[in-house]
């Protein structure tokens, strides 16, 4: 799966979906789960994962012209140089990107970050950059 930022415009049309959104993509219908909604007065923020197999760079420019802004997500970063290894912000992801090995060594995996930047604030070094 690729996770992809989506904003879509206010008056697009969901027709009722809730966790999964089929998109046509190059003539094949894709289904990408919707992992993360915000509604704002722009219109829809979302985070979508799409099949693995399925080019971003096609999706993007079919939801492009569709009306809506998309782009691959960039994810949670730590600078190494300056993380104390503290753990707060393992405890502020409810997504369990970030997490202390046995040896508490923070490790990041990407794989599970939506991008919620709640481990931003977290930080008491201010070492996370969620891009
Ligand atoms: S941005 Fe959200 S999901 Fe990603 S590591 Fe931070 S708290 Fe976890
Ligand atoms: S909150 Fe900041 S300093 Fe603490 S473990 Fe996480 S990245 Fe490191």
Redesign the pocket.
Known sequence: MGKINVIFPKNYDFNGVKTKLTIEVAGVPVVATIIRSTFTSDGAHMVLDIPKEIDADEFIKTMSQDGARAYVRALVT?DENE???????CSACAYNA?TLDADFN?VVNKDNCTGCRTCVD????R??TVY
């Open positions: 730590v993380c104390i290894q503290c753990g707060e912000c970030l923070l977290a930080c008491p070094r070492c996370i």
